[in-house]
């Protein structure tokens, strides 16, 4: 997937520089989209010849849960023009390394066997900031094979 990540990488640093300081917000919107760029039948739409750029937009933005912002609006616009589509989730990946180190944060994914509350998790995720010596945004995943505990 070096490719991707080759034809993604200008995108993610633009918008990157072009986010300043609501880089939460872009990761917002930017997760969103990604999320639904990479579904396969939106994937097979937009590669349809006759399918113009400004529908494949409207499907898009009619499928996004909230309204657009006009950063958005523009970058997807950008995104689709080019035929990029297929590579939103490789952008956005690439924001979010870029968000990160920024922050001087990095993503986590703990699996668990079951449900983890509130107190669990900040308990968790103390133990781990501690541990690797910086802030960690903490994802949950069920694992119900999991004899017990959390990986």
């Known amino acids: 997937m070096a490719e991707l990540a080759t034809i993604a990488r200008p995108y993610a640093e633009a918008l990157f520089k072009t986010a300043g300081s609501d880089l939460a917000g872009?990761?917002?919107?930017l997760d969103e989209l990604a999320a639904i760029a990479s579904n396969v039948q939106l994937q097979q739409y937009a590669g349809n010849p006759s399918v113009t750029s400004a529908?494949?937009?409207e499907v898009i933005s009619g499928v996004a849960k909230g309204t657009l912002p006009e950063a958005a609006k523009n970058f997807l616009r950008a995104v689709i023009d080019n035929g990029r589509i297929g590579v939103l989730p490789e952008i956005a990946s690439q924001f979010r390394v870029l968000k990160n180190a920024k922050s001087g944060s990095s993503d986590a994914t703990v699996y668990s066997a079951f449900a983890l509350d509130g107190a669990?998790?900040?308990?968790?995720?103390?133990?781990l900031e501690?541990?690797?010596g910086r802030k960690l945004n903490l994802e949950v995943e069920l694992e119900p094979e999991l004899i017990g505990g959390a990986r």
């Open 26 to 29: 872009t990761a917002a919107w």
């Open 120 to 127: 669990a998790l900040a308990d968790l995720a103390a133990t």
């Open 130 to 132: 501690k541990r690797f």
């Open 55 to 57: 529908q494949t937009f």
